[in-house]
């Protein structure tokens, strides 16, 4: 019997070495599997990351782009205001300038000298402008014709009304 159970011992041992040499064999592949799957796995992670990484990176980039163009035509709308304000003020200016100087008028009296005789402008203009109120009549064009020999000066009011008035 002793030598039924060393066989016994035997061929369930050996089997058993066997068996677990399998299992291992087993094992180590399975292990090998696995981690090839993971590793794929976590490749593929690594790759879907990068896309992700790269399209969050061309959408940045994008929104920048836009972000600058539409700084640059900000920039370019104020320009174009900033010059048309100072072209309203050169012309403000221009125009202030020719109000100043038409502003300026040189005060001027006429005199009129006849064989020792002299008599004013203004003198005569209200000569005339009294004798077209004692003719009731209101002009707002009147031309003046001095006549020195005559002594005497012709108007024409209006183009209607013509008259004279002694010049001195």
Request: proline share 1%.
């Amino acid at each position: 019997m002793a030598n039924i159970d060393k066989k016994e011992n035997m061929v369930f041992g050996g089997d058993a070495a066997k068996t677990a040499e399998v299992k291992a064999a087993e094992a180590k592949t399975a292990v090998k599997k696995t981690t090839k799957t993971a590793a794929k796995k976590a490749v593929a992670k690594t790759e879907t990351a990068k896309k992700a990484v790269e399209t969050a990176a061309v959408k940045a980039e994008t929104k920048v782009e836009a972000k600058v163009e539409e700084a640059k035509e900000t920039v370019k709308e104020a320009a174009k205001a900033t010059t048309k304000k100072v072209a309203a003020k050169k012309t403000s200016v221009k125009t202030t300038a020719k109000k100043a100087v038409a502003k300026k008028e040189v005060k001027t009296e006429t005199f009129i000298q006849y064989n020792d005789e002299q008599t004013d402008m203004d003198a005569v203009l209200k000569r005339v402008e009294a004798d077209l109120k004692a003719q009731k009549v209101t002009a707002t064009d009147i031309k003046l014709y001095i006549k020195p020999q005559d002594g005497a000066c012709y108007y024409v009011a209006d183009g209607k009304v013509a008259g004279r008035v002694d010049l001195f």
